[in-house]
């Protein structure tokens, strides 16, 4: 089965940037979203189709894509930041769905 | 406002049978598709399967076909995800989304608040 990855864990100083990086055979071909999740939270989408920003979300949330690897990066990370972040995408064919291993951010 | 309202926390004992609900408002409940979601306890986001209700075209993750069933019923705007032989192993957290009809709009937008199911003898 197809599978999405991501390290387990990012650690980052207040102002500085994080980025995490979300890894699979099938992104050059669909897009990614990426997710935060706060603890006893739903999760809530900060990026579309690689690095659009829903309305809404901070300006310091941004996506790229090159080959078969997607970065989420944070800049001037803030202490509101720290949560778990999940990318997720489609498989080649676009019918069924994956989402990353999970990446749990700490603000230091 | 688009919202999802899922059904409420569920305690079951193994073997038992569930349904949990979420039910759309604020858009065309039949313009969208409608996904479900699994956290267990400290791990991860996993895609159950999803289901389109203007037509109940359905489609269920390899992990997850055969064990549990989405349905829909567009007249009342509420999908369901239904088990007819609970396992300990069910226990989790269960999120709905909704995602827009169309090859390229694959994200989930918005999120159900989750339905939290303890299966326990």
């Known amino acids: 089965s197809y599978e999405l990855t991501q390290p387990p864990s990012v650690s980052v100083s207040p102002g500085q940037t994080a980025r995490i990086t979300c890894s699979g055979d099938a992104l050059p071909k669909q897009y990614a979203y990426w997710y935060q999740q706060k603890p006893g939270q739903a999760p809530v989408l900060v990026i579309y189709?690689?690095?659009e920003r829903p309305s809404g979300i901070p300006e310091r949330f941004s996506g790229s894509s090159s080959g078969t690897t997607v970065t989420l990066t944070i800049s001037g990370v803030q202490a509101e930041d720290e949560a778990d972040y999940y990318c997720?995408?489609?498989?080649?064919?676009?019918?069924?769905?994956?989402f990353g291993t999970g990446t749990k951010v700490t603000v230091l | 406002e688009v919202q999802l309202v899922q059904s409420g926390a569920e305690v079951k004992k193994p073997g038992e049978s569930l349904k949990i609900s979420c039910k759309g408002s604020?858009?065309?409940?039949?313009?969208?598709?409608i996904g479900w979601v699994r956290q267990m306890p400290g791990k991860g986001l996993e895609w159950m399967g999803i289901?389109?209700?203007?037509?109940?075209?359905?489609r269920y993750s390899p992990s997850f076909q055969g064990q549990v069933t989405i349905s829909a019923d567009k007249s009342i705007s509420t999908a369901y995800l239904q088990w007819s032989s609970l396992k300990a192993s069910d226990t989790a957290m269960y999120y709905c989304a909704r995602k827009k009809s169309g090859y390229v709009y694959n994200w989930f937008d918005p999120w159900g608040q989750g339905t939290l199911v303890t299966v326990s003898s």
């Open positions: 604020g858009y065309s409940f039949t313009s969208y598709w």
């Open positions: 189709k690689d690095s």
């Open positions: 289901i389109y209700p203007g037509d109940s075209d359905t």
């Open positions: 997720q995408s489609a498989d080649s064919s676009g019918t069924l769905y994956v």
